[in-house]
Nanobody, 123 residues
């Protein structure tokens, strides 16, 4: 059974940085893609970034390109989201997700989800 546990959220000032972690367990993830999604109050969950566990491909939504970096450490079975130059509009609960196959952007394409970690960016 796949388990995903996010950590690293918190309160940060605009322009600051945070690094989110997603600890994955329960499977060998070599054929998986992992993604980060976020959901702000009153809004739908949206795609942020994704990576093939093998590392050969990544995908970002336009609003975070150049500011966020997705990566993974296979030895630790952990995925990361380094978030720099944070903006108030990045405030949301951030979720880690996993799916078999290629990177994807739709929430419906991911089968496994973590519980989320809150990121709050203040002005």
């Amino acid at each position: 059974q796949v388990q995903l546990v996010e950590s690293g959220g918190g309160l940060v000032q605009a322009g600051g940085s945070l690094r989110l972690s997603c600890a994955a367990s329960g499977r060998t993830f070599s054929n998986y893609a992992m993604g980060w999604f976020r959901q702000a109050p009153g809004k739908e969950r949206e795609f942020v970034a994704a990576i093939r566990w093998s590392g050969e491909s990544t995908l970002y939504t336009d609003s975070v390109k150049g500011r966020f970096t997705i990566s993974r450490d296979s030895a630790k079975n952990t995925m990361y989201l380094q978030m720099n130059s944070l903006r108030r509009e990045d405030t949301a609960v951030y979720y880690c997700a996993a799916r078999l196959g290629r990177v994807a952007e739709l929430t419906s394409q991911y089968r496994h989800w973590g519980q989320g970690t809150q990121v709050t960016v203040s002005s």
